[in-house]
Nanobody, 122 residues
Framework: QVQLVESGGGLVQAGGSLRLSCAAS????????MGWYRQAPGKERELVAS????????SYADSVKGRFTISTDNAKNTAYLQMNSLKPEDTAVYYC???????????????WGQGTQVTVSS
């Protein structure tokens, strides 16, 4: 019923910038929160940034504070991740996550995007 479509990944030089987008579509009733996770080879998936859509409260991993910014366009059911001053250690597959309540469903659940590769060269 719900799909998250990501875009914006790619290869960038260290110090460069990228902006990821995640658009949610389908028979959703409301989105409680949206966030971005990443997973590098051999590492666990980690939360990069999240936003509580109801109150606009954001949180960030320490490693990206001051460099990444999450934002949402609630009218478009879209989240963005602006990534500045990228470092090689930011290289990972980035996944969009949304906690979504479907109409007539008893409780919300998490949905995931397909992942988009971000590669930062030194």
């Amino acid at each position: 019923q719900v799909q998250l479509v990501e875009s914006g990944g790619g290869l960038v030089q260290a110090g460069g910038s990228l902006r990821l987008s995640c658009a949610a579509s389908g028979s959703l009733f409301s989105i409680n929160a949206m966030g971005w996770y990443r997973q590098a080879p051999g590492k666990e998936r980690e939360l990069v940034a999240s936003m509580l859509t109801s109150g606009g409260i954001t949180s960030y991993a320490d490693s990206v504070k001051g460099r990444f910014t999450i934002s949402t366009d609630n009218a478009k059911n879209t989240a963005y991740l602006q990534m500045n001053s990228l470092k090689p250690e930011d290289t990972a597959v980035y996944y969009c996550n949304a906690n979504i309540r479907l109409r007539l469903r008893p409780s919300p659940r998490d949905y995931w995007g397909q992942g988009t590769q971000v590669t930062v060269s030194s």
